[in-house]
């Protein structure tokens, strides 16, 4: 089975930045992580869970319209680790951010996510 743990999160200024961070652990290894295209999502209190960011193994990323420009995703994947380099956050922001295959079909439980949270 395989495990994500998502850290870095916590209370920010408007205008301020964070860098998440995802790991992988448990019954995967650097090739199949590498293989794997991974997402960054979020939810909001009383909001459904949205993708915000992707990368593809080829390092391929996208990003959902309000966050591009401000964040980027990365990965080192001897690590097997995910990155998401947050800047210039707003309160809209504010959510739990999770860390989770883009493909359903390798999508693993989902971890306790990181919680940030932006004051204006």
């Known amino acids: 089975q395989v495990q994500l743990v998502e850290s870095g999160g916590g209370l920010v200024q408007a205008g301020g930045s964070l860098r998440l961070s995802c790991t992988a652990s448990?019954?995967?290894?650097?090739?199949?992580?590498?293989?794997?295209?991974m997402g960054w999502y979020r939810q909001a209190p009383g909001k459904q869970r949205e993708l915000v960011a992707s990368i593809t193994s080829g390092s391929i990323t996208d990003y959902v319209d309000s966050v591009k420009g401000r964040f980027t995703i990365s990965r080192d994947n001897a690590k097997k680790t995910v990155y998401l380099q947050m800047n210039s956050l707003k309160p809209e922001d504010t959510a739990v951010y999770y860390c989770?295959?883009?493909?359903?079909?390798?999508?693993?439980?989902w971890g306790q996510g990181t919680q940030v949270t932006v004051s204006s």
């Open positions: 989770n295959s883009i493909d359903p079909r390798l999508r693993t439980d």
């Open positions: 448990g019954t995967i290894n650097i090739i199949n992580f590498r293989l794997r295209a």
